[in-house]
Nanobody, 126 residues
Framework: QVQLVESGGGLVQAGDSLRLSCAASGRTFSSYAMAWFRRAPGKGRDFVASINWNGGSTYYRDSAKGRFTISRDNAKNTVYLQMNSLKPEDTAVYYC???????????????????WGQGTQVTVSS
């Protein structure tokens, strides 16, 4: 079992930055891949970014490239999502997800991830 707890969401203005955190527990954190997804109001869950077991490989949705950075600190069992130049269309609930079966996974397909956090709300006002 893996438990994931997100934090760091909030209400910001367009152009601001936020850093989301996801603290993991229950299994050796450095043994599996992680990702961030989001669900905007009235829409489905969308992939945002992913990172492999040691942080050496990352992957982003097109709209996140150049603005968002995913990283991890295996000593702290935490994955981060640094979000800069936020836009109103980034408004969503953000979820972290763990693919415990693979050390490297850049799947954008949610059901391939085994564990999910409860989500943290990010609201960007114009």
């Amino acid at each position: 079992q893996v438990q994931l707890v997100e934090s760091g969401g909030g209400l910001v203005q367009a152009g601001d930055s936020l850093r989301l955190s996801c603290a993991a527990s229950g299994r050796t954190f450095s043994s599996y891949a992680m990702a961030w997804f989001r669900r905007a109001p009235g829409k489905g869950r969308d992939f945002v970014a992913s990172i492999n077991w040691n942080g050496g490989s990352t992957y982003y949705r097109d709209s996140a490239k150049g603005r968002f950075t995913i990283s991890r600190d295996n000593a702290k069992n935490t994955v981060y999502l640094q979000m800069n130049s936020l836009k109103p269309e980034d408004t969503a609930v953000y979820y972290c997800a763990a693919d415990v079966g693979r050390r490297q996974s850049h799947s954008t397909y949610g059901p391939e991830y085994d564990y999910w956090g409860q989500g943290t709300q990010v609201t960007v006002s114009s």
